[in-house]
């Protein structure tokens, strides 16, 4: 943490979540609601801001 920003830790777990759940759509076949989709597509976003405040 002494060499990386806060804001790339966080991103970068951010998108090991988004990893898995776009994985548990494509391999798995995995049937979610609105709310959880609309999340998803935050989170996405907020990681690619993330990365790109950061960079």
Do not use: R
């Not at 979610?32 to 998803?40: E, R, T």
């Amino acid at each position: 943490m002494v060499y990386a920003p806060i804001g790339v830790a966080v991103a970068l777990s951010e998108s090991y979540i988004i990893v898995a759940v776009l994985l548990g759509l494509a391999v798995n076949k995995e049937k979610f609601d609105v709310h959880q989709k609309l999340g998803l597509v935050v989170a996405v976003l907020s990681a690619i801001v993330l990365a790109g405040i950061t960079g």
